[in-house]
């Protein structure tokens, strides 16, 4: 049994299959394929992670641009009570609560 073995064997060892062109051209299509996608899936990567990036951007930017102008104070300066100073009796009358209350009156006991 061992000759017969030993005659397998050799004839294995001597024997060389070669694979058909068409096999290799598969398997290097495939190879490059999978390059291509391991590339692209990085590129997605950076992709997806910028876009974060820059809604958070975004996001922060107008938080505290919201938030400036909300606690944003009002100052008065000189040249408007300069204004408020130099107005008219006729301006004066229009802007005096005393007769804003007047006519509110007036006109809420006739409705």
Known sequence: MSIE???ISDIARDAKVQPPKQVWD??????????????RRKKDAWKFWLSIAASLTVICTCIFLIYNES????????????????ITK???????????????GIFSNNH
């Open 5 to 7: 073995n030993n005659h």
């Open 26 to 39: 598969r398997i290097e299509h495939k190879l490059n394929s999978h390059k291509e996608l391991t590339h």
């Open 71 to 86: 606690n944003r104070k009002d100052v008065l300066r000189s040249d408007y009570l300069v204004e408020w100073e130099d």
């Open 90 to 104: 006729s301006q004066d009358y229009f802007y005096s609560v005393e007769v804003a209350r007047q006519l509110n």
